[in-house]
């Protein structure tokens, strides 16, 4: 399993710091910043055009007063002209591929109907309420039930079937079966089907907007248009729905407000993927809002238990502090929390986890057929009978939810008729024959149409997962900051396996382990809660060190040889990492935060913010190895020959994605951005 289940691997790797240690910084020194102003939490956001400032058709909800002048500097491009200053060439012309002109607008403070849109790994579906009904019942939480052949269900899989014009055919249960239906009549070749696609922003290192993803047999398609047609298909199901329900409903596209999970784990770049597929299926920015899957289920959770329990004998009252873990089908999300006397939650870690949901044990169930049955015989039945082999995986997943750790009797899986025949036409035997001349007669029986798995072999399916899972759960425990919690929240799909349930009682005997009824759908409701009270989470806890590359004056014996530049006469060191925010700081949400102030190049017509990451927490230069450029904010200056130019930063960190805002001092223009980490 590798560090599968190590807690801390990002720091590993981390080069020794650089000696000496930069001076503290001060006026003497020319300060990296002067921390002089309060401002307030952006809340809207302006992308930015090179050739224009946007300004709020209102004033910003603070003012600012002129200072004395920083010795520090910001960058005005990567490239370098003769004298060593960064510029941008061809100015008047270039655009930055990251932002669009867009307007100020500010959310409606009360959202009338709020529709979240949880995808999951393996199932995915949406739930909606009515701002009347959240005042009342903030549980009166509305989700669509999808049919299939044993019932229904509030999740449909995670199957999508495209079309020859990259149109949706069906989405769910309905594209399972037409795809297969598609195969066994050779039809399939023009389509695209996608299963269990999520996985791909966990894994993509390098994610971008021209990211392809392959479908089940190979074909190619932008990642984004992908995830965009899902999103599109979600969303207008939920309108259609509302529709017929009542063809006179007043409820308009522009009246609701779009709530899309993601797994907090998940990497900057993924987090902004999704909220560009948004955009793709024609959901505004300012209309929608990301929410973390675990915060998602931590307000559920809290919601449910003042309901059933009242505070005092609700796991989760004020003042407590709890673990909780998101098993889904992808990824475990593992989350602290502690309920404020207000009832908002502050993180008190950062997210953790791993890849190891319920999709490892489909895995490992996996890995016992193409032994059971050979590779060959697999892989032609997979090709040809894709119904049967489905079958096959819907009968598993029952079976995995059910089976009880102690559990004496064998697991009863029916074989494929498919595999029978394939099997005796390829081996010349039957299957029943292949097992007793091999060592598996001791792990499975074969009867009739169906194979008995004794369970001690079923149990060995969940064993990678579930030691992963209580590995890392055991180095969270003994963190300093996590050492008096005595609560741990089961919930996800993944949670409702009994084998996972009595792993976690048996590894944590000290706790309370609660796993809430609707475990499965405590995301997909919690992100309606979440939409209708966006400020439920009051604080979270940054997962990277977050900063500005400035140039500051060299010091000679202090900085190094190799970061001396020369810009108009003065000796100036290179690449400063101006840290803002600090891995493991705490961030309060809609706080105000301190303003850096820097100092824009004389005559320079456009600013640079460079926004970098790290994983130290105490980086000294943007190009450490631990360092990673974020996205670049492009400031068009209005006074670019006034001798003292200065320019506010702040960054607002969400858990979600970062927010820059800047002002030019002299004008009183302000600008906010999102950043964009695709590139």
Known sequence: MGNCCDVEST????????????????????????????????????????????????????????????????????????????????????????????????????????????????????????????????????????????GLSAKAPS???????????????????MYANLVENSRESDYFYFNKFKLILYNKQDLNYKTRIQDIHGKDMYAIDVFGLVISFLKNHLLDRLKGQDS??????????????????????????????AAEASIPSKSLTLALEPEAASLFCKTFQHAVHGNS?????????????????????????????DGTLQELYQATGGRWGGTTVDSEFQLFLFRLFGQQVMEKAYRKYPN????????????????????????????????HELFYEINSMTIAESVQNSTMKHTVELKRDKMMIVPKQFYNFFDSSLTCIVNHVHGLLHKPDLSDINTILLVGGFAESHVVKEAMRLNFPKMRIVNPDDCSLSVLKGAVLFGHDPQAIS???????????????????????????????????????????????KAEI??????????????????????????????????????????????????????????????????????????EVSTGKYMTATLDFLG
């Open 313 to 341: 004998q609700a796991a989760i009252r004020k003042g407590s502090k709890y673990l909780l873990i998101d098993l889904g089908g992808g990824t475990v999300d593992i989350t602290a929390h502690k309920v404020h006397i």
């Open 388 to 419: 049967e082999m489905l079958e096959l995986s819907l009968d598993f997943e029952v079976k995995k939810r059910v089976f009880e750790p102690k559990q004496t009797l064998a697991v009863a899986i029916k074989i494929p008729v498919c595999l």
């Open 590 to 663: 809609g706080k105000p935060r301190k303003e850096a102030v820097y100092q824009a190049v004389q005559g320079e017509r456009l600013a640079i913010l460079e926004v970098f990451a790290s994983t130290d927490p105490k980086p000294h230069f943007v190009t450490e190895d631990t360092c990673f450029e974020l996205g670049s904010l492009v400031i068009n200056l209005t006074d670019f020959n006034r001798n003292e130019n200065k320019v506010n930063v702040t960054l607002h960190y969400n858990g979600t994605e970062l927010d820059v805002v800047a002002r």
């Open 11 to 150: 720091n590993q790797n981390r080069p020794p710091p650089l000696p000496p240690p930069l001076p503290p910084r001060n006026r003497q020194h020319g300060p990296a910043h002067q921390y002089e102003y309060i401002v307030e939490p952006p809340q809207h956001h302006v992308y930015l055009d090179l050739d224009q400032v946007t300004q709020p058709s209102s004033p910003p909800p603070y003012s600012l007063h002129d200072l004395n002048l920083p010795n520090n500097t910001l960058s005005s491009g990567r490239g370098r002209d003769n004298d060593g200053r960064r510029t941008i060439r061809g100015v008047q012309t270039q655009r930055p591929s990251m932002f669009t002109p867009e307007n100020f607008t500010r959310p409606t403070q009360e959202r009338v109907f709020v529709a979240a849109i949880d995808i999951g790994t393996t199932f995915s579906g949406y739930a909606f309420s009515f701002r009347h009904d959240y005042l009342v019942d903030k549980l009166k939480i509305s989700t669509n039930m999808w049919a299939h052949n044993s």
């Open 539 to 585: 604080s979270r806890i940054c997962r990277y060190t977050y900063g500005i590359a400035i140039t500051i004056p060299y010091v000679p014996g202090v900085h190094p040889v190799r970061k001396r530049q020369i810009i108009k006469g003065n000796a100036i060191c290179d690449d400063i990492f101006d840290i803002h925010l600090r891995i493991g700081e």
């Open 248 to 277: 006179s409903s007043i409820v308009g596209e522009d009246m609701i407000h779009w709530v899309l999970t993601v797994p907090a784990i998940w990497s900057d770049k993924a987090k902004q993927f999704m909220r560009k597929a």
């Open 159 to 177: 199957a999508i079937l495209i079309g020859p014009g990259k149109q949706v055919v069906a989405f769910g249960y309905e594209a399972q079966l």
